[in-house]
């Protein structure tokens, strides 16, 4: 019960007037961040971080108003796959199937409108999810000595391509060039490593700019190449007309559709995409022949909904409790953390019980404001979405680059930003996935420093890294989480893409 | 298109073998003798990295198409306005340099030309007076700042 006695308290941030107006902040500019094109949720949550530093905001509400973000960018990321048949991201593309043929049939405001509440149900469920698992992950964690913790770290990044990742050796070259990028700058024996000399590389490289950089910047260079610059016509959207019985038939499918969205989520390498698509394909097997799934059943909308929103939740408890991250937006929250001078992981439950709990009711509020914010403001979306590319995108880069130059007011950074987008649109074209390097950038340090500890206790035996029950398992399931995607992600690819197709 | 695989594996290999030389050199710190030094981590990342570039090179993925010239110069013209904005931001100031920046790339994305600065000049002004009133952050004015004396 001593949850409850904290959630309490946690509440008690989350509601407190000022963190209250930068979640709502937060959740506003997060959906718009979701629905505008070109425009990930780790790219927003990272475009936004330098802000909430210039803004010199204290670490409880910076957080508040980037998982709000968080929160609100799944929420935003339907828009333009009901309305346009275009997912923002990948887990948005199960929404399509029936969003779609929802919005040909006129019911665009009805899909968005159900997409809402089952976003908010599947969020609601795996918050809770969250409150009651993060605890005790969190205490068991403490059991972990270091040499488990490098291989949960090795685990994380072994798992981090995904189930539906493709090759797992561009995986381990990303991050293996992350992790380099890391050790770059002077190491905690003093020892300068890889600064030739070059006084602003001797406190190693930040990696919000890296991040700023190879997100941001990459993809505005991926438009240009695209000439995908021109957007689309204006949308209309009927004017909302949903009972309650309505409602009321979805309610079960969500139910389904948080759950197994939140075991997706806090499982490694599963992810939000997996989470919408077991819900969507869960759900059509139920409902079997009753429902008209792929051409515009209320319930293919609101199943992957549920899944995807609940596995963004889901994804935050081994964020929060093992200080590792599961997804790209994790990952770019983690960074806010660590600059933030906050240690993730289990002793975070302790030491920083204030922030967890506050960022957790916020959650939970954010929820809430997201529901009351998308049903009636949806229209003021739609019309943003209109906005082409071609002038939204040159803007938010410039945005991108004045917060970096308002922390630091250095043009070195500013060029190194540069230097990463390049890198981040070459990596890209080479298929070269960009996430796992920010992790690596972000774990290096601790992965080094438990790495040390490790080989320091066992007086430099390396066996020691595999030696206890637990750490065999996690390096066990590093390897399984490797070689699966190899034999199953090419099916459930191919799965995916029949599916689309059968309705397209 | 076998190629961009293969030859990404090799800079990388190389990049490999220049960092776990790199490693070597690191003077052994004072009073060393602990279970891992500076060069043990970096060891083993050199490692990991030679392996799977080495992988890629012997087993290289179908790489996607390079855009043609045209778009490459697209592409360059704009890693050159980025640059250029960092280079004039201080001396021009932030407005001016942000109507160029943005104004050329909107430009070069398809809008109209002036159109394009338009936009580029309103979105520098709003930018400006948001950082410098609302969020109490310092932009450079630049040439600018003769106007603030009047």
């Given at each position: 019960m001593e949850t409850l006695g904290y959630l309490i308290d946690g509440f008690g941030v989350a509601l407190a007037p000022h963190n209250l107006m930068f979640a709502l902040i937060g959740a506003f500019l997060g959906t718009l961040i979701g629905a505008l094109?070109?425009?990930g949720p780790a790219n927003g949550v990272a475009i936004l971080i330098p802000l909430a530093f210039t803004l010199g905001l204290p670490p409880e509400t910076a957080l508040i108003m980037l998982t709000s973000v968080y929160a609100g960018a799944m929420y935003g990321g339907r828009i333009s796959s009901i309305?346009?048949?275009?997912?923002?991201d990948e887990p948005a593309m199960m929404t399509c199937l029936d969003g779609y043929p929802m919005a040909q049939k006129g019911k665009a405001a009805e899909a968005l409108a159900i997409s809402a509440i089952a976003s908010f149900m599947g969020s609601l469920i795996a918050t809770i999810g969250l409150i009651l698992l993060a605890p005790l992950l969190a205490k068991f964690a403490l059991t972990f000595g270091p040499a488990e913790y490098f291989a949960l770290f090795v685990l994380a990044f072994a798992t981090l391509g995904g189930i539906t990742g493709k090759n797992p050796v561009k995986t381990i070259l990303a991050a293996a060039i992350g992790l380099m990028i890391a050790t770059v700058g002077i190491d905690n024996t003093g020892t300068q490593r890889y600064t030739f000399g070059v006084l602003e590389l001797y406190e190693g490289v930040d990696f919000i700019i890296a991040i700023v950089g190879l997100f941001a910047i990459s993809e505005l260079m991926f438009f240009i190449e695209d000439r995908a610059g021109g957007g689309k016509g204006p949308m209309k959207v009927n004017k909302l007309t949903l009972s309650w019985k309505e409602i009321g038939s979805i309610f079960p499918t969500t139910l389904r559709g948080g759950v197994l969205g939140f075991i997706s989520g806090v499982l490694?390498?599963?992810g939000a995409s997996l989470g919408s698509f077991i819900s969507y394909t869960l759900e059509k097997k139920i409902l079997g022949s009753k429902g008209h799934f792929g051409e515009g059943d209320p319930r293919g909308v609101a199943a992957p909904e549920a899944g995807n929103n609940g596995a963004s939740s889901g994804a935050l408890v081994p964020m929060l409790t093992?200080?590792?991250?599961?997804?790209g937006t994790t990952a770019v929250l983690l960074a806010l953390l660590i600059s933030m001078n906050i240690t993730p992981g289990p002793m975070m439950f302790t030491q920083n019980a204030d922030i967890v709990w506050g960022v957790i009711a916020a959650l939970l509020v954010g929820n809430f404001l997201l529901l009351l914010l998308n049903i009636p403001l949806v229209g003021i979306f739609v019309k943003l979405l209109s906005v082409p590319p071609k002038y939204l995108l040159p803007i938010v880069t410039m945005v991108a680059f004045v917060g970096i130059y308002s922390i630091s007011n250095s043009a070195f950074d500013l060029y190194f930003m540069v230097a990463f987008g390049v890198a981040g649109y070459i990596l890209r074209k080479l298929e070269i996935p960009l996430v796992p390097i920010i992790l690596g950038l972000l774990l290096g340090p601790e992965m080094e420093k438990n790495l040390g500890h490790a080989l320091t206790i066992s007086d430099g035996d390396w066996s020691v890294l595999w030696s206890s029950g637990l750490s065999i398992t996690l390096w066990a399931l590093a390897i399984i989480g490797l070689v699966l995607p190899v034999v199953v992600g090419p099916i459930l690819r191919r799965r995916m893409k029949a599916a689309q197709e059968n309705v397209g | 298109m076998k190629c961009n695989d293969r030859i990404f594996g090799l800079l990388m290999l190389v990049l490999a073998v220049a960092y776990g030389w790199g490693a070597t050199q690191f003077p052994v710190p004072f009073g060393g003798g602990e279970?891992?030094?500076?060069e043990t981590f970096p060891t083993l990342l050199a490692v990991v990295l030679a392996l799977s570039s080495l992988y890629l090179i012997v087993k290289p993925d179908p790489g996607s198409k390079w855009p043609p010239m045209r778009t490459g110069l697209e592409l360059l013209i704009a890693v050159v306005v980025l640059i250029a904005y960092v280079l004039l931001l201080q001396p021009l100031g932030f407005i001016i340099t942000t109507t160029l920046a943005v104004g050329t790339l909107c430009w070069r994305m398809g809008a109209a030309p002036i159109r394009a600065y338009v936009t580029g000049l309103i979105a520098g002004i709003v930018v400006y007076f948001l950082f410098t009133i609302g969020l109490d952050l310092s932009l450079p004015l630049g040439v600018l700042s003769v106007l603030e004396g009047s």
């Open positions: 094109p070109g425009l309305l346009l048949n275009i997912p923002g490694p390498g599963a093992l200080g590792v991250p599961g997804s | 279970g891992i030094g500076p």
